[in-house]
């Protein structure tokens, strides 16, 4: 394991003992509550592990190189950045389903614009947006959150 992986873990360790310590009944009670709230998860997150996997079964790395590799990374940007303006998956699906697409080849831009756009832009969600806060306020907000995306990701392909 890495020393922050460590570093974490004995981090949480030593807070756990602590919480115990100052008030066991507490601590105990949340635990019950977050195994419940894990129980009720444990759906989603097999389903994740079958949606990666059916994906990275159908896209052989070879095809997702083409399509999301360097050679083409302008239109690859743009169209993972709109495939995830359009997507409404949960934010912890769309990590390991991303770090599985970088494994395989795809570049690192159009994966940071897909994970960008699929948290900040909301084109499925628009309507219900525009009744509550009005048609101007969620267009400008969606179309700076596009934009700002783009920009997060070409800043990402910089750093890394």
């Known amino acids: 394991m890495d020393p922050l992986t460590l570093f974490f873990l004995f981090l949480s360790v030593g807070l756990v003992v602590w919480s115990i310590k100052k008030d066991k009944a507490k601590t105990l009670a949340s635990m019950r509550k977050?195994?419940?709230m894990m129980k009720g998860m444990m759906g989603e997150i097999i389903s994740i592990i079958f949606m990666i996997g059916l994906i990275l079964a159908?896209?052989?790395p070879d095809s997702i190189k083409d399509i999301l590799g360097s050679s083409n990374a302008f239109l690859s940007t743009i169209g993972s950045a709109i495939i995830g303006s359009i997507t409404l998956i949960p934010a912890f699906v769309a990590f390991p389903l991303v770090g599985s697409l970088v494994d395989s080849g795809a570049s690192i831009?159009?994966?940071v614009a897909f994970l960008t756009t699929l948290t900040m832009v909301g084109v499925?969600?628009?309507p219900l947006e525009r009744?509550?806060?009005g048609l101007k306020f969620a267009l400008t907000?969606?179309?700076l959150s596009f934009v700002f995306a783009?920009?997060?990701a070409l800043g990402m392909g910089v750093i890394l």
Do not use: D, Y
Request: aromatic share 20%; proline share 10%; net charge positive.
């Open 109 to 111: 831009i159009p994966a």
């Open 34 to 36: 977050s195994k419940s």
């Open 150 to 152: 783009l920009f997060i």
């Open 124 to 126: 499925v969600t628009f």
């Open 131 to 133: 009744q509550e806060f």
């Open 58 to 60: 159908f896209l052989p």
């Open 141 to 143: 907000r969606n179309i």
